[in-house]
């Protein structure tokens, strides 16, 4: 049976200190729209389903094209990027919008990354080219290095791995697989791998790569497929050969 309605049921949340609550709207079906586009929507008539005015839903969004990972949520409890949920092949009746719950909310449907982000600075994930002087050409990596990096380029902090990761949560030290993933990109890097041993060192102390419970629901909610279970077990084989030195130095 067509729909005729779009009927939603939002999570909202006035400030990081208020109470939830939830809302539900109910929205004229037209093809091709995405969850977004459903907000969007109710932000031009805030109102919801019983006929009441009320605030516009707040969200996060950037890219609009699963490159940013700002606008992901649950979409029927599942982590996702609202600009590709698309409507039209979700079965069930009623859509459910919550916010991530690995992370702050600030307000509705937005939430506060900065714990990922700041995990990315603990394991220095970038690459050290620091100065305003020409550095020449960078050194060359072959097609199957450059092949293998490129897999780990592609995450996007969505959040959505950090969401379903069991041993990430508020009781827990462990930074998490999406920083654990960059430190493997950047250690292959040619000019990363100078400070290769700082990150290993990092990822091997209170929080690191050892936390992490071998559970792959990372890899299962990745919206980029990412070899995450790949990068554990390189970085398992790198932190057993710093280990070695460090205990031959002994």
Known sequence: MARSTIELRVLRQDSPTASPRWEEFSLPYQPNMNVISCLMEIRKHPTNKRGERTTPVHWESSCLEEVCGS??????????????????????????????????????????????????????????????????PGPRQSAEQQEV????????????????????????DFIGPAPLAQVRLFNAHPTGQLNAKERLETIMGRGGL????????????????????????????????????????K
């Open 210 to 249: 050892t936390d992490c419970g071998n559970a792959q629901n990372c890899v299962e909610a990745c919206p980029k497929e990412i070899p995450l279970t790949e990068a554990f077990g390189s970085l398992g084989r790198q932190t057993t050969i710093v280990w070695l030195q460090q205990l031959l130095q």
């Open 149 to 172: 990096t490129y897999a780990f380029s592609r995450c996007m902090t969505c959040g959505c791995c950090m969401e379903v990761c069991p041993q990430y949560n508020s009781h827990s």
């Open 71 to 136: 606008c992901t949520m649950l979409v029927n409890g599942r982590p996702r990027q609202s600009c590709t949920a698309l409507i039209d092949p979700i079965v069930d009746d009623v859509i459910t919008l919550a916010p991530l719950t690995k992370f702050p909310v600030v307000r509705d449907l937005q939430v506060d990354r900065s714990p990922m982000f700041d995990a990315l600075k603990r394991v220095k994930a970038w690459v050290p080219i620091d100065g305003t002087y020409d550095l020449g």
